[in-house]
């Protein structure tokens, strides 16, 4: 630009003084040669005189030009707070000001765009749902830390690329053409059998330049869907469990009905029925009540210092003619070393009721001839009790769930043993309520070891 006005400049100057110089010379010269010389010789003084001021004018005008453009290219590259400074007049002062003015406006919208998509992040980021991006060309155009984790693929890297390739469940993808497929939001439920999860898709539609895209939230169902199962399990055992009493005392009713009652041993027979199941019944009802209130919440535990040795001692006066007639023996071993009334951080009560539980079940469990034993013991800050029999033991695949409501190991062997089937998810209940932990450890054929840890009531 400088030199091109540099060059005008002196042109100009050439063409000016070369009219006058003609004008000037036309009458002095008698011939054309020589008008021509004068004239040529005027325009070489006018130039080597005229260079200097042409160059500084054009050098005046253009400067101000080239750092306006540099500093218009620098903005349009990036370079927000470069400011630019023209010295030249007041129209070059102005349109600089302008540039610099719009250089902080962008500079101010591009920092609550930078600030509103970090924010957004960040709220992304903090879901438990995982939130996937889809760009028209079926591509990731962003995903969330725990859309990665949902769907097994590293967020950052799977930026840009085609959503098929990253998400491990490949119904995935499919799900994400059915949504941009349809006028509504699609909503698929996934089962990720390589992590062993269940997965909800929700995915709608976004407008796009061209076409549209999409976004879907990922939620994991896992957890809820085991719930529903136990539910209905809990509901159809519920049902069962109800069943086979009231069946057995209205076949019992039928037959005192049709004569039996007639007979007296008959008579007693079919009332001895009636009146165990109805115990059963009675039992099943009080135990249903005690889940729905620890469900609930509603315990009314007062924990206090309750002595271990005096609590397992009436338990196993409790429960001693039941193990009599099944010839079981029973044991108390208390602690080798410390105090043998150890006191527990517990509510009396729910003490009492845990041990009824767990040494009825040992009773039930144990053949004829066998030998159950409670010890209990210190253990640092905790007071630990134990329960321990020689019984038919439980599977190592099912260990995991006995104490689940209605939950039994072995159906066929347990058929005839009775109870309700909630006596060790009340257990579990109570523990936890007391601020404890229960544990089970069994072999089968070997017997079983239930293990309770309580906080110590004297601190240790």
Known sequence: MFWRLFLTYLLLVVIAVGVVGFVLFRNTEP??????????????????VAAA??????????RPLEVLADGARR?????????????????????????NAMSDRLAATFAQIAHDREQLRAILGGMVEGVVAIGPDRRVLFANGRAGELLGFDPDAAAGRPVG???????????????????????????????ARTLAVYVSRFAGPDEPGAVAVVHDTTDLRRLERVRQEFVANVSHELKTPLAVIRSAVEALGDGAADDPADRAQF???????????????RDLLSLARLDAGDLGLELGPVPLDKAILDCLDRHQARA???????????????PADLPALADPGALRQV???????????TPNGGRITVRWDAEGGAAVLEVAD???????????????????????RTRGVGGTGLGLAIVKHLVQAMRGTVRVASAEGQGTTFRITLPRADGG
Do not use: C, S, W
Request: net charge negative; charged share 25%.
């Open 31 to 48: 011939n054309l040669a020589g008008r021509l010389e004068a004239v040529g010789v005027a325009v070489l003084l006018v130039v080597a």
């Open 53 to 62: 001021p042409a160059y500084l004018m054009a050098r005046r005008f253009a």
């Open 75 to 99: 903005l349009a590259d990036g370079d927000l707070g470069h400011k630019i400074e023209v010295n030249g007049g007041r129209a070059h002062a102005a349109l600089a000001a302008t540039f």
């Open 165 to 195: 390739e990253v998400a491990r469940p490949r119904a995935f993808a499919e799900a994400v053409e059915k949504g941009l497929a349809g006028p509504g939001p699609h909503r698929d439920e996934l089962d990720d059998r390589a992590a």
């Open 271 to 285: 009332l001895g029925i009636v009146a165990a199941e109805a115990v059963r019944l009675d039992a099943l009802t």
């Open 324 to 338: 009599e007639e099944k010839t079981l023996t029973l044991v108390e071993k208390p602690p080798a070393a410390g």
């Open 355 to 365: 041990l009824d539980n767990l040494v009825d079940n040992a009773i039930k469990y």
């Open 390 to 412: 020689t019984g038919v033991g439980i599977p190592a695949a099912d260990q995991a769930r006995v104490f689940e409501r209605f939950y039994r190991a072995d159906k066929a």
